[in-house]
């Protein structure tokens, strides 16, 4: 083997980057089937709102002593709960809620923060430590991953309706408040396998771009799921790869793949309006002499 194919094949032979592609991989299929869906039903923000609002959870799991993730669990479904209650008993629309809460309860762990004496590091809880995960943290990340693709196997069907109908499948007679919920308590679970590799404010890229980009390239919701989970995966891996070689960390080279993913979909997809748009040129008919 040449001296550059053996450069190139490095990032496979290190075991800090074996676990890097493990972990990368495990969080983008769970978020990138989330995403079509989130995409769907106009849930950006919601996906914004728990990943911000699990910090104080972090905190406070970190005080008593138990696993971050269920701090970080307990605390998004806190503010998924308090989006819920609010927007139901009050006038104000579901996107400023989410607002006031997923803020609220960022600083407040914040302010937690700095005044606990921690050896666990801003920075990678906010943006992820990937390269710097156990095999414990894979193993942890894999079980919610496994949990969350099981979920959404078995009721695809229900969450779609609720995503495009929720009077529909209200109508004949889905449990649309359980339906509800349950969506987003499997989305603040994705959001927890997330935060090791990528962070709080990395998670929500992971958890839009992918559907993002299959709902400019497909119509079929079933093509939009594998298209988004192939996209998620690649890019992941692809931007894994490249931050070898740029020295930059994975997580946001794995951003930065997605977006420009989505530009390059945007502009297909532009064209692809503009094709069928244009009008069929006329056959010449020759007039019978």
Not at 43 to 72: N, T
Not at 160 to 179: M, W, Y
Not at 234 to 243: D, K
Request: contains cysteine.
């Amino acid at each position: 083997m040449s001296e550059f194919a053996q450069a190139m094949a490095l990032p496979f032979a290190l075991p800090f980057m074996q676990q890097a592609f493990v972990i990368a991989c495990l969080v983008a299929i769970p978020a990138s089937l989330l995403s079509c869906y989130l995409v769907l039903k106009g849930w950006s923000l919601m996906g914004d709102a728990i990943s911000h609002a699990v910090l104080p959870g972090i905190v406070l799991a970190y005080v008593a002593g138990v696993p971050l993730a269920i701090g970080a669990f307990g605390a998004g479904m806190t503010c998924a709960l308090a989006t819920g209650y609010l927007k139901e008993n009050s006038r104000i629309k579901e996107d400023t809620v989410m607002g006031v809460v997923f803020s609220g309860m960022f600083g407040l762990g914040i302010v937690l923060y700095t005044k606990i004496t921690t050896d666990v590091h801003l920075d990678h809880i906010l943006f992820g430590n990937m390269l710097g995960v156990s095999w414990f943290d894979i193993a942890e990340t894999g079980v919610i991953a496994v949990a969350v693709v099981s979920v959404v196997a078995v009721k695809w069907r229900d969450f779609l309706l609720h995503s495009f109908d929720p009077q529909q499948a209200q109508a004949i007679g889905l449990p649309v408040r359980l339906i509800h919920y349950g969506l987003l308590c499997i989305l603040s679970l994705a959001i927890v396998g997330a935060l090791k590799a990528v962070g709080i404010i990395l998670a929500i890229a992971m958890l839009v771009a992918p559907g993002a980009i299959a709902f400019l390239l497909t119509s079929r919701f079933e093509t939009m799921l594998v298209t988004s989970l192939v996209i998620a995966v690649v890019c992941s891996v692809a931007g894994v790869y490249s931050s070898f070689f740029l020295d930059s960390a994975p997580a946001p080279t794995i951003v930065l793949l997605m977006t420009a993913v989505f530009i390059v979909a945007f502009f297909v997809a532009r064209r692809r309006v503009r094709l069928r748009s244009r009008p069929e040129p006329q056959t010449t008919r020759l007039s019978h002499l």
